[in-house]
């Protein structure tokens, strides 16, 4: 297996994108070409011992920073290392593709570049959220933002793919994220939306609230992506700004600094379960290849989880498995 | 003053409500005349001391349930307590009126009963929320689903006269809810939105993304009230979930339960200043009257800080004052 990662993509590269890929070459034994300005790389594979068996590089001369336009800059810059490193999907030279850069940068790419599968007419980002429960798949946070209710049933089809496949659960529940409970409840698309999936053979549990979204009420939360986009990001705001407050608290008197010393390990381990780097990256589900997409802020141990995660979906064989999904129904 | 509270809205109505409403009499020395059914009123307002001379009953003989469908109950029951509450402060017999009942209902009363200030087309519910810096004001989270962008201008204008005499900050600056920063980020709605604002004498900033939503970046956030309700919505259930897991982590050892016990002050004044409780209810804006809306869940303290609220909005003669702001701009 062969995964091709976007050196250059991410708030930190190439630096933390090239330690986290020879982390993951070196614990899962997998190949990865990294893709970018070959002089770039260099001196960060020269500065870590890598296994030179399973590590290489494919040049590619441009760069789409985190900042421009999505679709002017994958038009104007042809050899950015987001649409080289596409490319050698498509030309079935590797298997998956990971980067951690600009994410509409990506979804464009791969859209114009892999094309969708049969019968899927958008992409979807999908995250893994943590909740009381365990864990939900969330689609779209944010790959098409002006989506019709038929792209929303086929994000629940592809989800529940994935759900059966990959994390092995037959007939995961799927909501829809809505402002109320009641089928009559949302806007006419919302609602339409909620028409579809009742009538497909999904595990349709019906609408869910905002407040619903860390319950583990169900499996997959299906949203558009203007919306899921906004809830995910306001949570990740809050996580933080929650941190902030309470550890503002400990400090402000005696008491609260002993106990945060005692608390120093339930405060680290609660951390890494609510920390979204440990659930790898988000997949976009719906192109014609194996595309994982990384938190600009990720970190080596982020970029190392995201291929693992590449590497699963691989192995498993998702995009196979949502085709005979969508084929069914 | 005299402030009417619908005895009969609420999750734990009536109970909490009076309790909440004696409080309130008791430390603000404001009439407040109890709407709802007299008998279901009257045992509690024994069981508690009350100050005879600030308390009234006014009797309706309706109640609409927390999941009744909102214009549908309104058009059904006409002699509900919000109806009739509502119906007192269009015949100016009273100053205020607060519900913790059924928030759709509470608005599609409140516009068809007291109807709209002039210039405005929709109503809008406004919340703070506490933030880094201190708190932001977050409009509309659920009034209206479907609005057109002058509608979002609105809320500008109307959040804006509530900064400047209220809370006595002068050009507040206000964001806009979107999925990126830039100017040409997001739907269609989102970008004319951004166009209606920026024309504007208001002090706008530009598009705000979810992550800023508890940073105290922006004094107003405008936002749809699809969006505005899940992003609320879900940050209510986030805090509650990260309590969750944390009490979970300091039960998992002994050194955590240690450090709870020195933390316990801590916590409980972390919880106060996050608790959405504290900050009152929230605020309609747009209709031709005070209106104040609180959280189903309200208990007695939550109750008394809506009608602190409502009192304060009377004072300050809030719609005067949104009255002369969107005369001028």
């Not at 929303?152 to 409970?181: T, V, W």
């Not at 905002?210 to 899921?228: H, P």
Request: hydrophobic share 45%; with cysteine; charged share 20%.
């Amino acid at each position: 297996m062969k995964i091709i990662v976007d050196a250059m993509g991410g708030d930190w590269a190439p630096e933390v994108v090239i330690s986290g890929a020879i982390k993951a070459a070196q614990e899962y034994k997998i190949n990865i070409e990294l893709v970018g300005i070959p002089n770039q790389i260099e001196p960060f594979l020269l500065k870590y011992k890598y296994p030179k068996d399973y590590i290489s590089i494919y040049p590619a001369s441009e760069v789409i920073q985190m900042s421009e336009p999505a679709a002017l800059s994958i038009r104007k810059k042809r050899e950015s290392s987001i649409s080289v490193g596409l490319n050698l999907i498509k030309e079935r030279k590797a298997d998956a593709f990971f980067s951690a850069g600009n994410t509409g940068a990506v979804v464009c790419a791969a859209t114009l570049i892999l094309g969708m599968l049969p019968r899927v007419e958008r992409p979807g980002i999908a995250i893994n959220v943590p909740t009381l429960k365990g864990s939900s798949l969330i689609i779209d946070v944010g790959a098409n933002i002006n989506p019709k209710p038929l792209h929303l049933l086929q994000y629940g089809l592809m989800a529940d793919a994935y759900f059966c496949h990959i994390l092995n659960k037959p007939r995961p529940s799927i909501g829809l994220l809505n402002i109320g409970e009641e089928a009559s409840k949302g806007t006419g698309f919302a609602k339409e939306a909620h028409h579809l999936l009742s009538e497909s053979h999904l595990n349709f549990a019906g609408n869910i609230e905002g407040k619903d979204l860390f319950s583990g009420k169900c499996d997959i939360i299906i949203s558009d992506g203007f919306v899921g986009n906004i809830a995910l990001k306001v949570s990740e705001s809050l996580a933080e700004t929650l941190y902030a407050f309470f550890h503002r608290h400990l400090k402000s008197n005696l008491l609260g600094m002993i106990g945060a010393a005692f608390l120093s390990v339930s405060l680290s381990r609660l951390k890494k379960q609510i920390d979204y780097s440990e659930y790898g990256g988000a997949l976009l589900l719906g192109v014609n290849g194996v595309v994982i997409i990384g938190h600009g802020r990720s970190d080596a141990s982020a970029v190392k989880n995201a291929i693992c995660r590449a590497k699963e979906e691989v192995e498993y064989r998702v995009n196979e498995r949502i085709i005979e999904t969508i084929r069914g129904g």
